[in-house]
């Protein structure tokens, strides 16, 4: 007898697809294929497909989705699919569906601000100089890829935006960026970063070590460097750096991230101690897992084993632009009385 199956579509969870008898073989064949297995969606199995193809930036799309869907059919059809597993235990509490999360603009809350944000291209970063443009604000928005940056200013046509191609670990880069923001910058929002290969320390190259300490910290260390004579000579500004889940424990990532990111919080403490009486704010916001393009590879089996086994208790991840939320909050004068903290904007992920 063929097994019992109902029919998935973009609607159902990947936890769904992956306890049909059909559907189950079907993606873990697709994973095994391009060298993964199912610990790859981590949190993101409690999505459905429909919104992993809209939070993946591109990786999952809705071709590969008709394609799962085409081979579940086929297969439920032939009636040849392997007899389900036994059945998970009930989960103790019903999963209640969650309404969407909106963003809510504030009208005018950076007018006659000019921030400079890195990494706008993509992600977090360009959430962040979106929701800044749109709030009235003055955005130098820099990134390493030109094709990103012309995308982001396409879409936001009419509103006050001066894009600089720059990678920041290079010097003459970051006078271009300078130059485009002029005497009065009020505020930096450091994001641009890389992911490691998740390996551990015997495993760790030079190359991979060296590049992520340049982007993840010396890159945003100089950009700091450059701008804080401006804002010290202003009497304000506000800086905010992104960390990572993987800036306040050892769990999340490959020794040079977590080692970067541990290194960025401590920049930003340092600077918040250092300039407290300056009127210069300097804060950080540490992501748990976020929907974007960062390319995450796992060049460690150990790597993998260990971190994926710690990524069971994240939560559900996050989008770009509630990242944005948090960071354009501590950006702004709202965060007017922080200084130096550290905020973790992970769903209760540190709290675990
Ligand atoms: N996505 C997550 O799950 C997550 C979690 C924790 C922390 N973070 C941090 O958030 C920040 C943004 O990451 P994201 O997830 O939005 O990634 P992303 O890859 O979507 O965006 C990063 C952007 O930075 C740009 N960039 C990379 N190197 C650069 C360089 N040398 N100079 C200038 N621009 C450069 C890239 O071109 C890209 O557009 C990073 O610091 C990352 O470490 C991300």
Redesign the pocket.
Known sequence: MSPTHTRLSGDSKVTEWLADPYGGPVIRAMLAENGHNEKVFGPAKRFSFNKLIKLS?GRFTQEMLDDLIAKVDAAAAAGGAPEPEAAAPAPTTAPVEQPEWEERITDGRFTGKTVIV??A?????RATASRIAREGGRVIA????ED?LKEFAAEHDGLDITVVR????ADEDLAKVLDAAGEKIDALAN?????DNMTPVHEVTDEIWNRVFA??VT?PMKLSRAVLPRMLAAGRGSIVN?A??AGLRGSAAGAAYTSSKHAIVGLTKNSAFMYAETGVRVNAVA????M???EARFDSELGQDRVSTAMAVTPTPAS?DQLAASITFLLSDDGVNLNGVILPSDGGWSAA
Do not use: K, Q
């Open positions: 930036g890195t990494g291209g993509s992600g977090i970063g820099l990134d390493i890829s990103r720059a990678d920041v670990t994001v641009a970063g890389i992911m982007v993840n890159g992104v990572s889940e992501p748990g897992a976020v974007t393009n960062i770009a």
